[in-house]
Each structure stands twice: as C-alpha cells, then as structure tokens.
C-alpha cells in the first residue's frame, strides 16, 4: 500500500474517528509491504502483508485473474468514474476488484479493493472490513461498488470518496441520498458525491 494512503487508515471500531498508528517494517519507494498497524483506542491490531491490509479475522487468500475485464468494459468504467486524468486512488468493491490491475495500467491511479485481489503494482488489498470502510473522510477520487455490498458499508464507501468524486453502483443496490445521479441504465447508476455530505450525525442535548 502507498504510504499516502496507508497515513490515511483510521480504525473501523465503534468508537469515535481514530486514526490508525502504522509501523512499517519493510518498506519500496513509498510502498509499505510490510508492516502492523493499531487502534490507540481500542487495541485492534491489523498487519501488512505484500502491501496488503489484514484487518482482525482476514484470511491471506490471493483472488485469482480470472474473468479479467474486455476493453471495452474498461473504458466504460474509466468513463463512468470521470477517470480522465491520472492520479489519487479508486476504491473497488465486489466485482469491481477485476478491474484493479487495468485501471492502474491505463489510467495510472491506485487503485484500493475491499476483499481479496492479486499482488499486482499499484493494487492493494484490504481484507476482513465488514461494515465500515477503515479510511478517513475523502481518501478516494472514486467508487465502483458491487451489487451484493452492505448498506452499512455502502453508506461509508460514499464517506471515503472526495466531494465531487463519482461512484458507480451495480443494480439493485440502492443510491444514497448523498449521491447525486448523473446516469442510470439497466446495470448500474452512477452519481455524483454531493459537496458537503458527511457521515457526520451532530449529536445535540434534548
């Protein structure tokens, strides 16, 4: 994982926002392959494995690059995630992960999976995130998420993306209120990150 992103972990507990503390032991031309990183709050201890992310009750399974994209696939997602310049990081989620490795080959950005995902340059995994996305507010230029993601889950991917950023939903998952529609067809809608939408729920006394 970039060393950029990898400063921008923040511990996926039900406490409040916490920033996770990142050791590295290995490290290549800012990429963090190895390494441990923990919650000062609540003690949760996660590992960097091979510039992977194992979170609490992750396996070390490997996806295989099995039913890689078509180019034209590709480009349709390139062109539904607003990917026309290079740079910043996408975060994939469910089918989407078998876009990694071409996503970086021809657009040049990082790109994130949640699950499993081959050792491939520039793709990192994070494993064993349940219901919330362990990344801080605007981490990503973008989102594809797969139709069998959690709503729970769903709703913080959408926190980590930039305001402005796209993300793109496989049907029948819903889109939430935070998201602006841009397009919609009989496989995906795509929207549009409302500037500022936040997660954040003021607390207030009664």
């Known amino acids: 994982m970039r060393l950029e992103l990898a400063e921008r972990l923040r511990c996926p507990g039900t406490h409040a ?31 960097f494995a091979d510039g992977d992310l194992l979170l609490p009750g992750a396996s ?4 295989s690059t099995d039913a890689l994209p078509g180019e034209e696939e590709l480009l349709r997602l390139v062109a539904l995630l ?22 970086v080959a021809e657009i040049d950005v990082r790109a994130v999976v949640l699950g499993a995902a081959p050792r491939t340059s520039g793709v990192s995994a994070v ?3 349940q219901q919330v996305l362990p990344f801080s ?15 729970p889950l769903l709703l913080d991917v959408v926190r980590g993306v930039a305001p402005g950023g796209r993300v793109v939903g496989a049907l029948p998952l819903e889109r939430p209120a935070s998201v602006r529609e841009l397009a919609r067809d009989e496989r995906e809608w795509v929207g549009e990150v409302e500037r500022g ?9 009664a």
Do not use: H, K, W
């Open 60 to 63: 070390d399974s490997v996806a």
């Open 82 to 103: 607003g990917l026309a310049e290079p740079g910043g990081a996408v975060l994939l989620v469910g089918n989407y992960a078998r876009f990694a490795a071409a996503l």
């Open 127 to 129: 494993r064993g995130a």
């Open 137 to 151: 507010d605007a981490t990503f230029r973008a989102a594809a998420i797969g139709a069998s993601t959690p709503m």
């Open 17 to 47: 926002a916490t920033p996770l503390v990142v050791v590295a032991q290995r490290t290549v031309e800012r990429e963090l392959l190895d390494g441990v990183a923990g919650c000062p709050v609540c003690r949760l201890e996660a590992r």
């Open 197 to 205: 939408a936040s997660g954040i729920v003021p607390l207030r006394r």
